[in-house]
C-alpha cells in the first residue's frame, strides 16, 4: 500500500536536466531503517455491539484498525472511523504487548481521532513530514494491520494529490498504489527516511472485490497534525472562519464569468455580518487569490481559510465583472467548532456472556454426543448457533461442537457454563478458557468475560 521505483529510477537518469532528488538516490526505504519505524505503529482492536441476526437482542463483535505512536507517553493518532462506536479499544504493539485504549477525542470533519495508552514506560514515536512538499512519483511506504493478519508493509508511489473523494467539504487525499487494505486505516503513510507524510484511510475498489487494486487514499500528515494539536488542545488551534459558501468552477460557469481556466472558488453565498461580507466579497465572486495563495478549487479555500490564525488580515482577489478585484478580511473564530469530538457509545449492560459472544448453547442429545465423538455418559454443552462476525465465529466455532469444559471444570449442561463463566467475571477476570470438542478435535478457545 520496489518494482516502480527502479522504473522511475530510470527515467529520472535518462532525463540529464533533472536533479535526482536525495530519496530517489538512496531507492526506497532501507530495511535498518524500517526496523525503527516498526515499533511505533500500532495495530487497533475495537468491540461493539450490533443487533443479531435472528432479530433477537445483540451481539458482540470485533474490528481491526491501524494507528501510530506521536508522542511517548502513549498518544496514539488513527483514523475516526476506525474507533467509532467501540466500547473497548485493545492496541497492540510490536513486542505484541496487548494495552487498553482509551478515546482522547476525535473530528467530526476530518476523519482523524486521537487514543491513549499507558504503557508504563516511554514508546518510540514518529514524527510528522511535510506532506506539502510530496510530488507525484514520490516513493512512500503503507504501514499497518490489514484485515487483522499482522503488522504488514507495502511499498509504491505518490499516484495523485488533492484527491476528492467526497468525505468531506477540505478533502485533500493523496492518492497512492502502496497496496492499502481493510484494516490499514489509521496507519502511516511514511516517506524513506520514515516520516509520516499520510495517514492510511480509504480505498477504491471495483465491483465484487473489497480488497486493494492499487486505489489508495491518505489523509495528508499537515492536515492530520493541524486537527490532532486541536483535538490535544482545543485551544491551541481554533478553526478560521470569515462566512464563505463556496462551489467548484466548472469550466461552463468559467467560460460564463470570462475566465479562461476552471480555477478558483466560487461564492455561492455570504454570511450576513461576517468578516466576507465586511471585506465587500459578494456572492457570484470567484476566489483566485487567499493570502499569498493561488486557489485552485473551492476545498483548498476551505482548507486555508480554517487554519489561518485567528485575528489575522488576510488578502484576497476576487474575480468580479471580467475583471480582478483586491480585498481583504480578517479571520474570526468558526463559531462551530468542527473539530467536534465523537461521544463515547453508552456503558454496555452486560447480559449472557455466550450471548454476548455470539454464541448460543443448547443441552446435549445422544445424537450431539456421537457427532462430536463423545463418550454417551459425557456431559457438556451443545453449540446451537454461531452469529456471523462475532468472537465466537472469529475464535472459529461452529454450530455442533461442544463446550466440554470452563477451565478446569467439566460442565453437565449450558447452565453450568454459564454459572462458571459468571463466577469467573465476579472474580474479576477478563478472560475465561473453555474446552470446545468438534470434528476436528478438543481445543481451547479464549470467552472474553469483560472489557480490556
Do not use: C
Not at 496514539?76 to 496487548?98: C, F, P, Q, S, Y
Not at 463463566?421 to 473453555?434: E, N, P, S, T
Amino acid at each position: 500500500m520496489l518494482r516502480r521505483a527502479a522504473f522511475l529510477l530510470i527515467a529520472l537518469l535518462a532525463s540529464p536536466a533533472a536533479a535526482p532528488r536525495a530519496e530517489w538516490v538512496t531507492g526506497m526505504m532501507d530495511a535498518d531503517t524500517l526496523q525503527s519505524v516498526l515499533p511505533a505503529v500500532v495495530s487497533i482492536t475495537i468491540s461493539k455491539e450490533r443487533p443479531a441476526s435472528n432479530g433477537s437482542g445483540t451481539v458482540r463483535v470485533e474490528a481491526f484498525g491501524s494507528g501510530y505512536i506521536i508522542d511517548k507517553s502513549g498518544i496514539i493518532v488513527t483514523n475516526r472511523h476506525v474507533i467509532e462506536g467501540a466500547e473497548t479499544i485493545a492496541v497492540g504493539l510490536m513486542d505484541k504487548t496487548r494495552l487498553k485504549g482509551t478515546l482522547v477525542a476525535a473530528a467530526e470533519a476530518a476523519d482523524v481521532a486521537v487514543v491513549k495508552v499507558d504503557a508504563g514506560h516511554p514508546l518510540p514515536t514518529l514524527e510528522f513530514g511535510d506532506s506539502d512538499k510530496l510530488r507525484v512519483g514520490d516513493p512512500v511506504l503503507a504501514i499497518g494491520n490489514p484485515l487483522g493478519v499482522g503488522m504488514s508493509v507495502s511499498a509504491g508511489i505518490v499516484s495523485a494529490l488533492n484527491r476528492n473523494i467526497m468525505d468531506t467539504p477540505y478533502d485533500d487525499y493523496i492518492q497512492t498504489d502502496a497496496a492499502i487494505n481493510h484494516g490499514n486505516s489509521g496507519g502511516p503513510l511514511v516517506d524513506p527516511v520514515g516520516r509520516v507524510v499520510g495517514m492510511d484511510t480509504a480505498i477504491y475498489s471495483s465491483e465484487g472485490n473489497t480488497g486493494s487494486i492499487g486505489l489508495g487514499f491518505a489523509l495528508p500528515a499537515n492536515v492530520v497534525k493541524m486537527v490532532v494539536q486541536h483535538l490535544l488542545d482545543p485551544e491551541h488551534s481554533r478553526p478560521g472562519w470569515v462566512g464563505l459558501r463556496v462551489q467548484e468552477v466548472t469550466p461552463d460557469i468559467a467560460e460564463a464569468v470570462g475566465l479562461t481556466r476552471a480555477v478558483g472558488a466560487l461564492v455561492a453565498g455570504v454570511d450576513t455580518n461576517s468578516p466576507a461580507a465586511k471585506a465587500g466579497i459578494r456572492e457570484g465572486d470567484v476566489i483566485l487569490r487567499y493570502g499569498n495563495r493561488d486557489i485552485s478549487d473551492s476545498r483548498e479555500l476551505l482548507r486555508l481559510i480554517v487554519i489561518s490564525p485567528i485575528g489575522q488580515t488576510i488578502p484576497i482577489v476576487a474575480w468580479r465583472d471580467q475583471k480582478p478585484v483586491t480585498m481583504a478580511t480578517t479571520v474570526m473564530q468558526s463559531p462551530t467548532d468542527v473539530f467536534m469530538p465523537v461521544k463515547p457509545p453508552p456503558p454496555r449492560k452486560h447480559g449472557d456472556i455466550m450471548v454476548n459472544y455470539g454464541v448460543s448453547l443448547a443441552p446435549l442429545t445422544e445424537a450431539d454426543r456421537q457427532s462430536a465423538g463423545l463418550a454417551s455418559n459425557q456431559g457438556g454443552a451443545l453449540i446451537k448457533a454461531v452469529e456471523p462476525n462475532s468472537l465466537g465465529a472469529e475464535d472459529g466455532l461452529q454450530p455442533g461442537d461442544v463446550v466440554v469444559k470452563v477451565g478446569d471444570d467439566p460442565v453437565a449442561d449450558p447452565a453450568a457454563v454459564q454459572a462458571l463463566l459468571a463466577a469467573l467475571k465476579a472474580q474479576g477476570r477478563r478472560v475465561a478458557i473453555a474446552l470446545v470438542q468438534g470434528k476436528g478435535g478438543p481445543r481451547w478457545v479464549p470467552v472474553l468475560l469483560e472489557e480490556p
